[in-house]
Nanobody, 120 residues
Framework: QVQLVESGGGLVQPGGSLRLSCAAS????????MGWYRQALGKERTLVAI???????NYVDSVKGRFTISRDNAKNTVYLQMNSLKPEDTAVYYC??????????????WGQGTQVTVSS
């Protein structure tokens, strides 16, 4: 079984910064794409950023130039550096990983979510 454990959320003022971390653990052969999603109250979960094992990234337009996704393959960890935060960034942030299991199946796993609140 694979677990994703997130950390780093909290309350921050507009213009501030936060860094989210998500560590994967358990029995797995490798991790393919990793990403961050967010879900604001009353809205659907949407993609924020994704990163391939080789480091290629993609971002939703609303966070380009403000957020940076990165990963440490040796630690099975993905990060999201969030700068110049805006109130509209307030949401529960979830990490996601496409994991190849020991039996060579590819399964998608989710973290438990971490609350990010941007408010003065």
């Amino acid at each position: 079984q694979v677990q994703l454990v997130e950390s780093g959320g909290g309350l921050v003022q507009p213009g501030g910064s936060l860094r989210l971390s998500c560590a994967a653990s358990g029995s797995m052969f490798s991790i393919n794409g990793m990403g961050w999603y967010r879900q604001a109250l009353g809205k659907e979960r949407t993609l924020v950023a994704i990163i391939t094992p080789g480091g290629s990234t993609n971002y939703v337009d609303s966070v380009k130039g403000r957020f940076t996704i990165s990963r440490d393959n040796a630690k099975n960890t993905v990060y999201l550096q969030m700068n110049s935060l805006k109130p509209e960034d307030t949401a529960v942030y979830y990490c996601n990983a496409d994991v190849m299991t020991i039996s060579r199946r590819v399964l998608s796993y989710w973290g438990q979510g971490t609350q990010v609140t941007v408010s003065s």
